[in-house]
């Protein structure tokens, strides 16, 4: 069983910062992917970034220069760094990964959200 467990969501004032994290647990094959979406009330959810085992990054248009995403391979955990945080930013964040159970199969598995308002 695979587990997906992030942290770091809160209330921030607009251009401030905030790290999430998500540490990833069970027992795996191999981690092809992580990254992280987001989905605020009423739209649908949306990819914030995601990085890859080959070390590939990538990134949402709306995010660029602003979000930061990296991984510990050893801890097996995936960190996303906010900064200039904007209203429109106030989602759910959601931690992914893309995890292959054996040399054959892979499944996504979703972590359970982490809430980040900005707001003055």
């Known amino acids: 069983q695979v587990q997906l467990v992030e942290s770091g969501g809160d209330l921030v004032q607009p251009g401030g910062s905030l790290r999430l994290s998500c540490a990833a647990s069970?027992?795996?094959?191999?981690?092809?992917?992580m990254g992280w979406y987001r989905q605020a009330p009423g739209k649908e959810r949306e990819m914030v970034a995601r990085?890859?085992?080959?070390?590939?990054?990538n990134y949402a248009d709306s995010v660029k220069g602003r979000f930061t995403i990296s991984r510990d391979n050893a801890k097996n955990t995936v960190y996303l760094q906010m900064i200039d945080l904007k209203p429109e930013d106030t989602a759910v964040y959601y931690c992914?990964?893309?995890?292959?159970?054996?040399?054959?199969?892979?499944?996504?598995?979703w972590g359970q959200g982490t809430q980040v308002t900005v707001s003055s």
């Open positions: 990085i890859f085992s080959s070390g590939f990054l």
């Open positions: 992914y990964a893309r995890i292959a159970v054996s040399s054959r199969n892979a499944y996504d598995y």
């Open positions: 069970g027992r795996w094959f191999s981690i092809n992917a």
